[in-house]
């Protein structure tokens, strides 16, 4: 997916702002009774309205506060807004920075205008640098423009916004360290936005045959990513029985598609990311409930991440190797679908009892995760939609982390800080492996009171030769603030996780 706006950096002194031509002039200001060193000038050049803003309280300056201002006295500008940065000394933690990001960028969205120049003095987040800071706000300005657009619809949400001007950068860091940044953070949202586009098309377009073709045109556009589709026939002869269970039950052929980003030395370990394609869910033979079934589209939410990080990767062009996999099937009731109690072999060996058909992520992730060991990777995420545990465990605020590596997952849960995009880490415990033993074969695909955490407790038995963690995004794929559509997450934590390995 192109990017939906272009953003670019004109510097000039708040003296300035007064004579510029703008559509839109998006202004921060820091919290105060008072008026201060940049408040005085604004009022000074519209003829003392902010005082009389600030008197009746109607501009306070506290953060995310914000005034809309059709027609300023002394401004050139069509319309400016006001919105406040809290007080000037003060750090923020990354969540209110992340809070102000987002009202900025809801602001400058809302505006209807085309273009939009944004002023902002110095936004001090605690250990961050001015580069971070416009790293975030870049990356929610372009992911924040983004609407789904169906072929056919004969009205469609239009976004007006093009283009997002930066006007003042202030910090310590050199213009270029923040305008690579602001680059940085341009395309990790149009990342989020390919897999936003790919989790919110509709299931009966969006199948394991379209992901294939997805997959082909990211190369097609990057020749940098290489792609290799395997077909049922391919898969059989490897003997992924596993996978190839779960569409037993539908006319859609499964797929299993891999994408190999080759920016290190080739003797360099490859890092993995491997996504749960289920395109629909139906649970199979262990049906869902009805309401709220059109959901089950976003079941692919894993593997669309994969494709947006791997569409970011390809554009930043880190000295890394990378390998994104994706897993993908539809899990449909029919006469020829897996029932429960049947056991199926997997690529590893080990053979599984199907107690329940609607627990078909980690049938097609285990296979995968086996997959893989060719490559000998130094490290490994699956990231799937895996149990409505993790949602009644976390709500729709952190990705549930599970890990065989707690390197590993301190370096996940501190990129998930970084990126603003919050994961937090549940026991593997040996306690819990017992409760996905079974008479008949050797592990059950399900099994415990504790979902989320037995879930992973059958990946692990598949990542044992390789540091490995899981990311249930389950409750923040979709759903909650952003309501039924696509949030684009992970794709901010998985990037930032691959850009901070060793180049």
């Not at 944004?118 to 975030?136: A, D, H, M, R, T």
């Not at 890394?320 to 006469?335: C, H």
């Amino acid at each position: 997916m192109k990017k939906l706006i272009s953003i670019s950096m004109n510097l000039k002194k708040i003296e300035a702002l007064k004579s510029l031509n703008s559509e839109c002039l998006v202004i921060g200001i820091y919290e105060d009774k008072n008026l201060n060193e940049i408040t005085k000038i604004l009022n000074s050049d519209s003829s003392g309205l902010l005082k009389k803003l600030l008197t009746r309280k109607e501009l306070t300056g506290a953060l995310k506060n914000q005034l809309y201002l059709p027609d300023m006295t002394g401004f050139k500008a069509n319309k400016v807004f006001l919105v406040g940065l809290g007080k000037k000394n003060k750090e923020l933690n990354e969540d209110e920075f992340s809070q102000l990001s987002s009202t900025i960028s809801k602001i400058t969205i809302s505006s209807n205008a085309k273009d939009v120049d944004i002023f902002l003095p110095e936004i001090k987040v605690k250990l961050k640098k001015p580069s971070w800071v416009y790293k975030i706000l870049s990356r929610d300005l372009e992911s924040g423009c983004y609407q789904y657009f169906f072929e056919g619809k004969k009205t469609q949400p239009k976004n007006k916004l093009k283009k997002i001007n930066f006007l003042n950068l202030a910090g310590n860091e050199s213009k270029a360290k923040i305008l690579s940044s602001i680059k940085m953070g341009h395309v990790i949202g149009a990342g989020m936005n390919t897999s936003k586009d790919l989790a919110n098309t509709p299931a009966n377009i969006c199948t394991p045959s379209h992901l294939a073709k997805q997959a082909k045109l990211i190369s097609k556009t990057f020749p940098s990513i290489k792609t290799k589709v395997l077909g049922e026939k391919e898969m059989k002869k490897l003997g992924m029985d596993c996978l190839l269970s779960v569409g037993n039950g539908s006319a859609q052929e499964s797929k299993f598609i891999i994408m190999q980003y080759s920016g290190g030395k080739k003797t360099s370990k490859p890092h993995i990311i491997v996504g749960k394609g289920i395109t629909f869910d139906t649970g199979g033979i262990s049906i869902k409930p009805s309401p709220n079934m059109d959901e089950m589209k976003y079941d692919m939410s894993g593997s669309a991440s994969v494709f947006g990080t791997m569409r970011a990767i390809a554009e930043i062009k880190p000295k890394l190797n990378i390998i994104g996999v994706v897993a993908s099937a539809e899990n449909m009731p029919s006469s020829t679908a897996t029932k429960p109690g049947d056991v199926v072999n997997t690529l590893s060996g080990q053979t599984v009892e199907i107690l329940n058909t609607d627990a078909e992520g980690r049938l097609v992730l285990c296979d995968a995760l086996t997959y893989i060991e060719r490559f000998k990777p130094a490290s490994v995420i699956d990231i799937a939609t895996l149990t409505g545990a993790c949602v009644v465990a976390l709500g729709h605020q952190a990705t549930g982390l599970l890990s065989n590596d707690q390197n590993l997952a301190d370096n996940i849960l501190e990129s998930g800080y970084s990126s603003c995009d919050k994961a937090w880490q549940l026991p593997l415990w040996d306690e819990y492996q017992s409760d996905i033993n079974s008479k008949y074969a050797d592990i059950a695909n399900i099994g415990g009171r504790a979902g989320t955490i037995t879930a992973a407790c059958f990946l692990s038995r598949f990542t044992r030769s390789y540091k490995w963690a899981h990311l249930d995004i389950a409750g923040t794929a979709y759903g909650g603030r952003v309501g039924k559509t696509s949030s684009g997450r992970p794709v901010p934590l998985l990037t930032e996780y691959l850009l901070s390995r060793k180049q």
